[in-house]
Every structure is written in C-alpha cells, then in structure tokens.
C-alpha cells in the first residue's frame, strides 16, 4: 500500500489486517483516532503506528 498521510477505514483496515467493524469499534472506543473530512471519516497514518506499537508493548509487558 502506498504511503498516503491519511486512509479511509477501508483502507486502514486493510493495511491492519483487520475488518472495517473492528476499524469502527476501535474508532469509537478511542483506540484508534481518526478525523471527519466532510463526510469522510479518515485515520492518520501516525495513528496506525501508534496503535500498532501500543499492542507491541503492551504485549511486552505482559
């Protein structure tokens, strides 16, 4: 996937590996930020990382 600054949850749950429901719950939990474009909902590439380096550690430290 080319390295956009934004995706769209069916983007971003592609480059995650996962559904877009569970792009949506973990949009609306907080877990995963996200932005409103107009109608769009985006997430920030930055988000994405941090989202996977928060499971990195948490799965360290556990």
Excluded at 19 to 48: E, N, Y
Aim: charged share 25%; aromatic share 4%.
């Amino acid at each position: 996937m080319e390295h956009k600054v934004a995706y769209s949850m069916q983007e971003a749950a592609h480059a995650l590996s996962l559904g877009t429901t569970t792009v949506k719950k973990l949009i609306a939990t907080g877990q995963l930020p996200s932005v409103r474009v107009g109608r769009r909902r985006l997430v920030p590439r930055s988000a994405l990382e941090t989202y996977i380096n928060r499971l990195l550690d948490d799965q360290a430290s556990a």
